[in-house]
């Protein structure tokens, strides 16, 4: 069974520009959930879709907003980057959700903002 | 609110026994995870608890206290390999979902 697979790899972007990341699930896996992970602040959980809808959502500005395909893919988007938003981007995707099923995990994208 | 708290690094000698622990602070908990992350790569399950007690899974095994709100990971006879960041995940349930909070991961440096 292939695993997450995650879209660009690496990315290099200015500020001010706008990005869409990209994460097809394992097959079968209905829940994909997006994380910002940056050195010594852990994962940070952006938000979570389950058949095309955005089930849960973490404390992140509106310029992050993402959207999820009728088969599981999901994208997300990044306007107006700021340096700070230079992270890695991971996907996991998981059965059902959160509730007690393992998260697989892609490989990321690691956005470079300069 | 909602935290997790875990030590930001440990150093352990190869062959030895490490405890990461982990104490958490949740409205609605309904089950502790740990992750492994190896540099540059992407988390990979370890293991699942939802009940007190221990999981044993070879040489790793994870404890859960949900009355002291207190979980570690217990790895033993320590490889080079198991250099890597290991990340424990509450599960918290709220009125109408659930949410993984993430700690921010204890880093695991091996020595020969």
Aim: hydrophobic share 30%.
């Amino acid at each position: 069974k292939a695993g997450v697979t995650q879209t660009p790899r690496y990315l290099i972007k200015t500020r001010g520009q706008q990005v869409t990341l990209s994460c097809s699930p394992i097959s079968g896996h209905r829940s994909v959930s997006w994380y910002q992970q940056t050195p010594g602040q852990g994962l940070q959980f952006l938000f979570e879709y389950f058949s095309e809808t955005q089930r849960n959502k973490g404390n992140f500005p509106g310029r992050f907003s993402g959207r999820q395909f009728s088969n599981s893919r999901s994208e997300m988007n990044v306007s107006t980057l700021e340096l700070g938003d230079s992270a890695l981007y991971l996907c996991a995707s998981s059965l059902t959700g959160t509730g007690s099923n393992e998260q697989y995990f892609g490989p990321g994208t690691r956005l470079t903002v300069t | 609110g909602q935290n997790i708290d875990q030590p930001t690094e440990m150093t352990a000698t190869e062959g030895a026994i490490v405890q990461i622990n982990c104490t958490y602070q949740t409205s609605g908990f309904n089950g502790l995870f740990w992750y492994q992350q190896h540099a540059g790569e992407a988390p990979t399950f370890l293991s699942y608890n939802v009940l007190d007690g221990l999981e044993e899974k070879g040489r790793f095994s994870s404890f859960l206290s949900r009355s002291k709100g207190y979980s570690y990971l217990l790895l033993k006879e320590l490889q080079m390999k198991d250099s890597a960041s290991y990340l424990c995940a509450v599960i918290n349930r709220g009125d109408s979902n659930y949410q993984l909070i993430w700690g921010a991961g204890t880093k695991l440096i091996i020595k020969p």
